[in-house]
């Protein structure tokens, strides 16, 4: 069953990103993939909480590092975060994407999500819980480890922000959970969020009928 949502974005990484050509979010994408769900379309109005700051990929960039705050019809969730720094979106620009459920470590970090985002500090909050993400993305999905001083991606420029993204890395070590990938279908960035409980109800009840249907099989045999 394909389910049509509402999305638009913000340039993040601007054009030099183009330029590193690693594209390890495709990486994280293969790792992680389950389930091809159908597709979206997406507008980002905002990126809040967050925080502009420089960050190392393929060179030195200026970027808003944060919650990309979206503005659905009937999307899963009304946020997201990147997953890609090889391309580049525009605020209030409309995006196509396909929805797959995704397996993996970005999914820990992602449920992390509500119960971090609380209090004071928020915007480097955001933009910690950002950093945290790129450096899953494009680093631990490479098999390198948790760095941000090292690897295909760097981050020193904030100390707090720092803090916060290297609580997040230690809080999700070795741990995985269930997320949505939203893989970009005409170059934009590849995009993440928490699905919903009722998405994986549904989609672990479909899992156990297919299971009870093969154990039929193989007896009737």
Known sequence: MQKRYGLGIFTVGLATA?????FANATLFNNDKLTLL????????????????????GGTLNVNAGQYVLNPTTAPKNWAFCVDLDR???????????????????????????????GSNLNKKGAGFQIALWEIAHDHSL????????????YTADSTVVSYA????SATAGQAG????????????????????????ALATGFVGLI???RQKERDK
Do not use: C
Request: hydrophobic fraction near 40%; glycine fraction near 10%.
């Open 88 to 118: 580049v979106v525009h605020l209030n620009q409309t995006y196509t994407y396909e929805l797959w459920l995704a397996y993996g470590r970005a999914g820990a970090l992602l449920n992390l999500r509500d119960s971090f985002l609380t």
């Open 178 to 201: 269930y997320y949505y990938f939203l893989r970009s279908t005409n170059g934009a960035q590849n995009l993440a969020m928490v699905p919903e409980p009722a998405s994986l109800i």
């Open 143 to 154: 098999g390198n480890a948790d760095n941000l001083n090292g690897g295909a991606f760097k």
């Open 38 to 57: 159908g597709t979206v379309t997406l507008k980002i109005t905002q990126v809040s909480p967050g925080i502009t700051t420089q960050i190392i990929y």
């Open 18 to 22: 183009l330029l590193s050509g690693a």
């Open 166 to 169: 290297n609580s997040l890395l």
């Open 212 to 214: 009870a249907r093969r």
